[in-house]
């Protein structure tokens, strides 16, 4: 998890995780890995979590899903005070999306491109840059996601926590 294409979280155009040693992230990004997937903020950030359906989880009883909610809860009060989403009351959880891909692929949308790292400029440093429409010279690097199903994202958490 990491990187941002349109949305950035610690910086206008930078995504924290990727920011914080934007050099090494290039340098994974530029290894030459035969299957790199990058899971940035424009998916997770289509995958929020809401408050109503943390109560749900914690409806269910179970205590992994009753844990689930606190810490949704918790973030959803982080991200409305410091970075409100556009639909209120919700948060993203970043982390939960990439383990749901490696659950089922399907719940997110993935694009080939070339990815790398900006680690010169003092307005974009640390920003990722996913060359969605081939402007670029250089051949695709990784499977970035770029779209994520809520709804399906949703049904994991509830699946996997809730049973």
């Known amino acids: 998890m990491g990187g941002g294409h349109a949305i950035g979280n610690v910086t206008p155009s930078a995504e924290a995780n990727i920011w914080h040693d934007p050099v090494a992230a290039d340098v994974v990004f530029q290894a030459g890995f035969e299957r790199l997937t990058i899971m940035p903020l424009d998916a997770t950030h289509q995958a929020y979590v809401?408050?109503?359906?943390?109560?749900?989880?914690?409806?269910?009883?179970?205590?992994a899903a009753k844990a689930a909610a606190s810490f949704i809860r918790d973030r959803i009060?982080?991200?409305?005070?410091?970075?409100?989403?556009?639909?209120?009351?919700?948060?993203?959880?970043?982390?939960?999306?990439c383990i749901a891909y490696l659950v089922d692929p399907t719940v997110v949308e993935l694009v080939r491109c070339h990815a790398a790292v900006e680690v010169v400029g003092s307005l974009t440093y640390g920003r990722t840059v996913f060359d969605l429409r081939g402007r670029g010279l250089d051949a695709p690097n990784a499977h970035?996601?770029?779209?994520?199903?809520?709804?399906?994202?949703?049904?994991?958490?509830?699946?996997?926590?809730?049973?």
């Not at 809401?50 to 205590?63: I, K």
């Not at 970035?144 to 049973?163: E, I, P, Q, W």
């Open 50 to 63: 809401s408050l109503s359906q943390a109560e749900e989880l914690e409806s269910t009883g179970q205590p």
């Open 77 to 97: 009060a982080g991200y409305t005070e410091t970075q409100p989403m556009d639909t209120r009351a919700t948060a993203p959880v970043h982390d939960a999306l």
């Open 144 to 163: 970035v996601a770029m779209r994520a199903d809520a709804a399906k994202f949703f049904s994991f958490l509830m699946n996997t926590l809730g049973t």
